[in-house]
């Protein structure tokens, strides 16, 4: 058998989203779930994971580019705003972040964290990955060891061995873009101490039609240590504001609860974990 972590991202996007991340836990459709705290729906919908404890992970997923900080962020976001991937992706790489600005806020987060679920993450990524980014990097893993976390939560390295992502076929161009960002991410990582899993997929073109095969296609391939990514939800007005993944979070949501997918686990001996296998 292997062993497998299935992660939902975005919970607390909005509640059609949570609501759904929720029943598929429930139905043991997903064993991870990570919160996005610096939304609305958040302080809402948190209580209702600690019915899981134990039955699925849940950690943070730092988020810098959709939605309002949770305090000010006068360089980051002057306007009160989170900026889109495309504009934090350049500053990062010409070390042109505001990165007390960035420490603050992870800080924040992990605050609203806490504050929703009642204890620490157990493990930590990144909306749009941007957790592992030049800069961001850095502040995340001295904002985890001043707390004291080293050790604690598993840290989320989206990257693959090259062959695995080519042999997948599914959003090949983003998932080798997200490997080179995360370059040196795992050793780093491990160097403050933190686990990281090994092997990563999940990307997706997001198209209603390909949901089935994308799925299928991610539990091949898998490392060692393997996270399996995913976007369920019941689309809402909540979530329309906030991102562009609308329609196609439905269809992700009903192949995860349908026989097709149980059937996909039979056949290829995978065990839903809350942990990377070995942790």
């Known amino acids: 058998m292997k062993t497998v972590v299935l992660c939902a991202d975005d919970f607390g996007i909005s509640e059609g989203v949570s609501r759904g991340i929720l029943d598929l836990i429930a139905k043991g459709r997903l064993s991870a779930t990570s919160a996005m705290t610096n939304c609305p729906a958040w302080p809402r919908c948190a209580p209702a994971l600690r019915d899981f404890n134990g039955r699925a992970g849940v950690g943070l997923h730092l988020t810098l580019t959709a939605g309002a900080p949770l305090g000010p962020m006068p360089r980051f976001a002057p306007g009160g705003v989170l900026p889109p991937l495309s504009d934090l992706i350049p500053k990062a790489l010409k070390g042109d972040l505001p990165l007390d600005d960035i420490q603050a806020e992870i800080e924040r987060q992990i605050d609203a964290f806490v504050d929703g679920y009642g204890r620490p993450p157990d ?157």
């Open 123 to 279: 493990f930590v990524d990144g909306h749009q990955h941007v957790h592992v980014l030049p800069g961001v990097r850095r502040m995340l893993l001295r904002t985890l060891n001043k707390r004291g976390y080293a050790g604690a939560p598993w840290l989320r390295d989206p990257s693959d061995r090259l062959s695995a992502i080519l042999r997948r076929g599914v959003a090949a161009s983003k998932a080798v873009t997200v490997r080179g960002f995360a370059a040196g991410f795992r050793q780093a990582a491990r160097r403050s101490g933190f686990s990281t899993n090994e092997g990563f997929s999940g990307f997706s073109p997001f198209a209603p039609s390909a949901v089935a095969t994308a799925f299928d296609r991610a539990f091949r391939h898998l490392g060692p240590r393997p996270v399996v990514m995913c976007h369920p939800g019941y689309p809402d007005d909540e979530l329309r504001r906030l991102d562009p993944v609308v329609e196609v979070r439905r269809d992700e949501f009903d192949y995860l609860a349908s026989d097709a997918f149980a059937d996909l686990l039979a056949r290829r001996a995978v065990v839903l974990t809350v942990r990377p296998d070995g942790m």
